[in-house]
């Protein structure tokens, strides 16, 4: 990556200046922006000294990452406190910061660390870069040009945040550098198998249960090649378990041999948020912007003021465009 070294030495400049750090990642989060905000956490938390240090991200944390997370930094509510910085990470835009979207406007400076391609650099500094397969790789490579060892808690972190999204390795975007990172990583102390048992294989049978009560509603259209299931209200609460713990619905479509794009409904109060994966040449960003989203060519999402079933409706008509008749 072409780390500009200019920016990097200003964004260390402002650590050094600054006393009230934020560091905040987008709501709902998933594995990239939870392992990616904690090791900075920690590596700032290293670094710091005296340094206040605040963590804001909305929703609820899986319960496989929470081992990982020192769940009482992360505020609650936000009351309008004023930073002298603020790190935004893994966010494409600053609606993604849900309810603390103002920390934005209440922080003097602001460094955003991303990789979604359609992120228009809305902070002072912009560490960008949308050929890296997550924010952790990012985040990595800062860490490496301010010359500073990371700990083997942090090197875990960053390993997390790589992991979830390249999908273990396995998405497009996964490219030799991804793996020469993770190798290092691993000799930083990475416990490689533990940390896949605990993200992956650790799920409660409630929520698998959940899982499977989804992906037993697949719809698929146009030959197979569009693939569209929900996670609904009913379902969450007949099995106990919350949005943010059913992981993998989107993937799992995927995996049907002829489906090209696979869109997960998530019903939330009278909205419903869209996932959407490609597995070709479509390019789901397009779609989601479309819808006042954004996400990656392969990886996208989006949500809008409708029901699930609206929502249905949409995507078929959407892709039609896309596949043809049905
Ligand atoms: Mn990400």
Same mark, same amino acid.
Do not use: P, Q, T
């Given at each position: 990556?072409?780390?500009?070294?200019n920016n990097i030495e200003k964004v260390f400049e402002l650590i050094n200046n600054s006393q009230n750090i934020c560091i905040s990642g987008h709501k709902s989060p998933d594995g990239d922006c939870i392992g990616s905000v904690?090791?900075?956490?920690?590596?700032?938390?290293?670094l710091g000294k005296s340094k206040n240090l605040t963590v804001c991200i909305e929703g609820t944390i899986p319960f496989n990452y929470r081992q990982y997370v020192?769940?009482?930094?992360?505020?609650?509510?936000? !009351?309008?406190? &004023?930073?002298d910085l603020l790190f935004i990470l893994d966010c494409s835009d600053l609606e993604r910061l849900g309810k603390f979207k103002d920390v934005y406007k209440n922080s003097k400076k602001s460094v955003c660390i991303d990789h979604h391609k359609t992120n228009?650099?809305?902070?002072?500094i912009n560490i960008i870069d949308s050929s890296m397969s997550s924010t952790g790789e990012i985040l990595y !490579?800062?860490? &490496?040009?301010?010359n500073v060892k990371i700990t083997k808690e942090e090197a875990s972190l960053i390993y997390i945040a790589i992991l979830t999204d390249t999908g273990k390795f396995s998405y497009s975007n996964t490219s030799s550098d991804t793996h020469r990172k993770a190798a290092e990583l691993i000799d930083l102390g990475v416990q490689v198998a533990e940390i896949d048992n605990t993200i992956y294989n650790s799920k409660p049978s409630n929520i698998v249960k959940a899982f499977i009560d989804c992906v037993g509603g697949i719809e698929l259209y146009y030959g197979n090649r569009l693939g569209i299931a929900s996670i609904t209200k009913g379902v969450l609460e007949k099995n106990n378990a919350d949005m943010g713990d059913i992981d993998g619905v989107v993937e799992?479509?995927?995996?049907?041999?002829?489906?090209?794009?696979?869109c997960v409904l998530k019903e939330n109060e009278n909205k419903t948020r869209v996932s959407l994966r490609s597995k070709n040449n479509i390019d789901v960003s397009e779609v989601s912007v479309k819808f006042g989203g954004g996400g990656h060519a392969k990886a996208a999402g989006f949500e809008v003021n409708k029901d699930v079933k609206n929502t249905k409706e949409l995507l078929i008509n959407t892709f039609k465009e896309y596949f043809g008749e049905q």
């Open positions: 990556m072409n780390l500009k070294m904690m090791a900075l956490y920690r590596f700032l938390k290293r020192d769940e009482d930094v992360i505020i609650k509510e936000y !009351d309008n406190k &004023k930073f228009k650099s809305y902070a002072d !490579d800062v860490f &490496k040009a301010l799992f479509i995927r995996e049907i041999k002829e489906v090209e794009v696979s």
